[in-house]
């Protein structure tokens, strides 16, 4: 399996017997679907926790900036 939608539709252009392009739209649907409830899972999880790390960074801190990156990396990586 897996999880990028641009796979997916790499396999419906080179693979169609194996997945075919009435799978494409159903399987990205539930990929993006799948990855916003993992966020919204994290984020739920790991809430007060993060907000307890910027708390302690101090009032220069402001998100969007390239010192939010730690803060940002709980949700994956970002380069």
């Excluded at 997945?19 to 990929?31: D, H, K």
């Excluded at 809430?47 to 101090?58: K, T, V």
Aim: with cysteine; aromatic share 16%.
């Amino acid at each position: 399996g897996h999880l990028n939608p641009a796979v997916s539709f790499s396999f419906a252009l080179v693979r169609p017997g194996d997945f075919s392009f009435a799978l494409l739209l159903p399987y990205i649907a539930a990929q993006v679907l799948g990855g916003i409830i993992a966020g919204c899972l994290n984020y739920a999880i790991y809430a007060s926790a993060i907000e307890n790390y910027e708390a302690g960074l101090g009032d220069t801190f402001i998100r969007g900036s390239a010192e939010s990156i730690q803060s940002a990396a709980a949700f994956g990586d970002f380069y």
